[in-house]
C-alpha cells in the first residue's frame, strides 16, 4: 500500500523557476527520504531527513516536514532542463512491521522548459 | 566508491520460466532491500535482508525469494514468471537499514513474454 502522496502528480515550470512538491504519509515515521528518477534509470537519493528534524539544505534542495500534519515538502530553486524527472518521497517506519523498508508514493512528474 | 550494481540490466523471458537477479551493494553495507516498480503499482518494497537473515518481506507472492550471502551480495529470484512481473526491479542497500540513508542500483529491467 502507498504511504506517501506526492503533489502535484505533475508539474511543468520554466528554467529558473522554483519547483515545490509535497508529499503527505498516513503513519509515524523515523525519517522521510526524497529520490529523483530519470525515465528508465534507478533512483538517486536528494536527501533524508529525520522525524525530529522540520527543514534541510542541501544545495538546490530544500525540504521540509511537519510530523503533525505528516506532510513534507521538497523544494528545487532555480530549476534547470537537468531537474527534468519524477520526484519521489518515502518514508521509513518502524512500526506495524514497518521496519527495514521504505514506503513511496507515487510520484511527481516535474519538467522543467528550457 | 562504487554505487550498488545490479545485473543484468535487462532481460527478457517466457511466462513460465524463471529469473535470478543479483546485487551488489556498497562496500560496507550489510543491509541489502529490493523493489519492484511498475507503472500501475508504483514503487512496492518485496524484502530486505541483514547478515544472510530476511527481516521484512512484502506483499508477493511465493514465488518471489531471495537470499543474501556472506559478503552481502544479494540475489532474487522469481520462479514461473507471469506477465505481470515485467518490472523494473529496484535494489537497494544502506548501512544498517534502519535510519539510514538508502542508495538504490540503476535497476534490472525484466520483460515477461
Known amino acids: 500500500s502507498q504511504q506517501g502522496e506526492e503533489d502535484p502528480q505533475a508539474l511543468s515550470i520554466q528554467e529558473g523557476e522554483n519547483a515545490t512538491m509535497n508529499c503527505s504519509y498516513k503513519t509515524s515515521i523515523n525519517n522521510l527520504q526524497w529520490y529523483r528518477q530519470n525515465s528508465g534509470r534507478g533512483l538517486v537519493h536528494l536527501i533524508l531527513i529525520r522525524s525530529n528534524e522540520r527543514e534541510k539544505h542541501s544545495g538546490r534542495l530544500r525540504v521540509t516536514l511537519d510530523t503533525s500534519k505528516k506532510s513534507s515538502s521538497l523544494l528545487i530553486t532555480a530549476s534547470r532542463a537537468a531537474d527534468t524527472a519524477s520526484y519521489f518521497c518515502a518514508t521509513e517506519s518502524n512500526s506495524g512491521g514497518s521496519n527495514y523498508k521504505l514506503t513511496f508514493g507515487k510520484g511527481t512528474l516535474l519538467t522543467v522548459n528550457p | 566508491k562504487a554505487g550498488v550494481t545490479q545485473t543484468p540490466r535487462y532481460l527478457i523471458k517466457t511466462r513460465g520460466q524463471q529469473v535470478t537477479l543479483s546485487c551488489s551493494p556498497i562496500?560496507?553495507?550489510?543491509?541489502v532491500s529490493w523493489y519492484q516498480q511498475t507503472p500501475g503499482q508504483g514503487l512496492q518494497f518485496l524484502f530486505e535482508?541483514?547478515?544472510?537473515?530476511?527481516?521484512n518481506k512484502g506483499n508477493f507472492p511465493g514465488r518471489f525469494s531471495g537470499r543474501q550471502f556472506s559478503n552481502s551480495r544479494s540475489e532474487m529470484n522469481v520462479s514461473t514468471l507471469e506477465l505481470g512481473d515485467s518490472a523494473l526491479y529496484l535494489c537497494?542497500?544502506?548501512?544498517?537499514?534502519?535510519?539510514?540513508?538508502?542508495?538504490f542500483g540503476e535497476g534490472s529491467w525484466l520483460t515477461v513474454v
Open positions: 562496500s560496507g553495507h550489510r543491509s
Open positions: 537497494a542497500s544502506s548501512l544498517v537499514g534502519d535510519g539510514n540513508t538508502i542508495y
Open positions: 535482508y541483514f547478515s544472510e537473515t530476511q527481516r
